[in-house]
């Protein structure tokens, strides 16, 4: 396999007419481009691509996992969604925790059991079903691609091969081994080779027969409880059978005549309404894209967003700062005007782990239904515990709890943690009274690069008239905060020239250049799908009506747009 991942070819913006879906494994978008043709709508085609993505992508994503799902009605013009983020067991509190010997300065491995945190991807595809859905197709129909992948078996594609190899060596690291139902004699699967995953359609199959109590409930559930009692957590059955969705009202800003839609806390969906919100007191259209001028305003706001973010945003029984305080646009233009002043910043929350495991995926169907979607089992496999016979692994979201006693995201029973995936909508900027008009389902991939991703590949069509394709291709930043050195660094990609580094690196960045190769995985891999071109049309032309969607996917991933 080629280890330099070099970017040596152009690829088209994918246009379509009916119905597009845009994934990072091809095989789990011709999944959804089926359900499409089978009459169902995109929150049915979105759930067959997260379901067929847990198979063809496990090291990412699966039933072990947590998802966000945002929905645009071609019908009614609302936008919805759902918060598929489960809780700690309810008995794991800091108490518990500091009485094992654990505190903020030495807190539990990543991987350990104890950051198992209950697994909300399964209610979420179906919640997703029952209140979004066509109706035309039932759950088990819905599932049935996924299961067929599973069973029959699938030629496992370069990126995730590498990835897939990748975790399993940190997992080893570690101590863990990662269960059979995920190896191929005790080894992660070749580029190319064909992976079948017996338990896993199994149990795809029984949730598609019973539903969310096929899961929460009897065989799967006691095999969760079991793998976590085995290894030192504490999760029962009642925390599972007790746990379902939530659903929820995305939060939104408006930027020059759009208006961008994410979901609210506990997800960092505030992060990037902030960064855009900060980011609008400035002319990044006549600095330049990537120039020396952009990247030092981007990386400032970026500091800024990210910083309250972690100082303000946790489980929303626990957040005490409104939002509606942190999207004032009074708000981000006196954190713009700090920018030119000192560079003095408060640190973010110590011991915060970082990962960047998860798909981002998205639908737009025929009726012009959106949906947006994200699901995430954290870092490379989670925690690395496979239950007995249900052939996928448990996340470890925990491990983004704070152990800090006075922190809004401090670890408590029953709470959920800080979140970092996050989908999102855009729509023009319609007035109270009026229907807004969808624009575009996109994401990007990535722990606490996601928002950067959302806003940059976002500009890149507003400000720079990019096609989604060319969005996403283009080099994009990562401003990372390094908990031991107390730094933010500047990771630059490679494309970005050798002169803005420099740029960069006189006015104070610490800039890490270039970057290069499967580590530019830190950038994200993000889908994003438009109904018209009003990147490149003037304001008067852009609210006309358009049938035409146009799709990219990310080259730094394995992906494609499929459409008809």
Not at 234 to 250: A, G, K, N, Q
Request: charged fraction near 20%.
């Amino acid at each position: 396999m080629d280890t330099q991942l070099t970017f040596a070819s152009r690829r088209s913006a994918l246009v379509c007419l009916h119905g597009c879906v845009a994934s990072s494994q091809p095989l789990a978008s011709n999944v959804g481009l089926d359900i499409l043709k089978r009459g169902g709508n995109a929150a049915d085609a979105a759930v067959a691509i997260a379901a067929a993505l847990s198979v063809t992508e496990p090291c990412s994503t699966g039933p072990g996992g947590d998802a966000f799902c945002l929905f645009y009605s071609g019908h009614t013009g609302e936008v919805r969604g759902l918060n598929g983020s489960g809780c700690s067991p309810r008995a794991q509190t800091l108490d518990f925790l500091e009485g094992r010997g654990y505190t903020a300065e030495t807190p539990p491995s990543p991987f350990d059991a104890l950051n198992v945190t209950v697994p909300g991807a399964p209610a979420c595809w179906c919640d997703t079903v029952r209140l979004f859905g066509s109706h035309k197709l039932s759950l088990q129909e819905v599932l049935s691609g996924a299961v067929e992948l599973a069973e029959a078996g699938f030629p496992v594609a370069e990126v995730a091969a590498h990835h897939w190899a990748n975790s399993v060596a940190a997992l080893r690291d570690d101590g863990k081994e990662l269960g059979g139902d995920l190896l191929i004699d005790g080894h992660a699967p070749k580029s190319g080779q064909v992976f079948k995953n017996p338990s896993l359609a199994r149990t795809l199959r029984e949730l598609g027969e019973l539903g969310k109590p096929a899961f929460y409930q009897g065989r799967v559930a006691q095999a969760i409880v079991d793998i976590i009692d085995q290894h030192g957590g504490i999760m029962t059955v009642d925390d599972l059978s007790s746990h379902d969705s939530e659903v929820i009202s995305p939060i939104s800003t408006e930027y020059k005549g759009v208006r961008l839609w994410e979901p609210p806390p506990n997800s960092q969906g505030l992060a990037a309404l902030l960064l855009l919100n900060i980011l609008e007191n400035f002319p990044l259209k006549a600095a330049g894209h990537n120039s020396s001028d952009y990247i030092h305003v981007l990386v400032e706001a970026v500091r800024m967003a990210l910083t309250d973010a972690m100082c303000y945003l946790g489980d929303p029984d626990h957040v005490t700062i409104l939002l509606e305080t942190l999207l004032e646009k009074s708000y981000s233009h006196q954190r713009a005007q700090q920018i030119s002043m000192d560079r003095v910043m408060k640190d973010t929350e110590p011991g915060l782990t970082t990962g960047s495991d998860t798909v981002y995926f998205c639908v737009i169907d025929s009726e012009g239904n959106a949906c947006s979607f994200v699901n995430s089992v954290y870092m490379g496999f989670g925690s690395g515990l496979v239950p007995k016979d249900c052939g996928f692994s448990l996340q470890n979201r925990g491990a983004f709890f704070s152990l800090h006693r006075n922190h809004v995201n401090c670890v408590a029973g029953g709470k959920r943690p800080y979140h970092t995936i996050i989908p999102s909508l855009l729509t023009d900027a319609a007035t109270m009274s009026q229907k807004p008009r969808l624009l575009a389902a996109l994401g990007v991939m990535g722990a606490l690069m996601q928002p950067q991703g959302h806003v940059q590949v976002l500009l890149n069509m507003l400000e720079f008239g990019m096609n989604p394709q060319q969005a996403l291709d283009a080099p994009r930043v990562f401003v990372q905060y390094n908990q031991k050195s107390k730094e933010w660094s500047v990771n630059l990609e490679e494309g970005i020239d050798q002169e803005v580094a420099e740029e960069l690196r006189r006015r104070g960045h610490k800039v890490n250049w270039p970057i290069t190769g499967h580590k530019r995985s830190q950038f994200g891999r993000g889908q994003i799908i438009t109904v018209g071109d009003w990147w490149n049309l003037s304001v008067s032309q852009a609210h006309l009506p358009s049938r035409v969607l146009w799709a990219g996917s990310d080259p730094r991933g394995d992906g494609c747009a499929q459409g008809y």
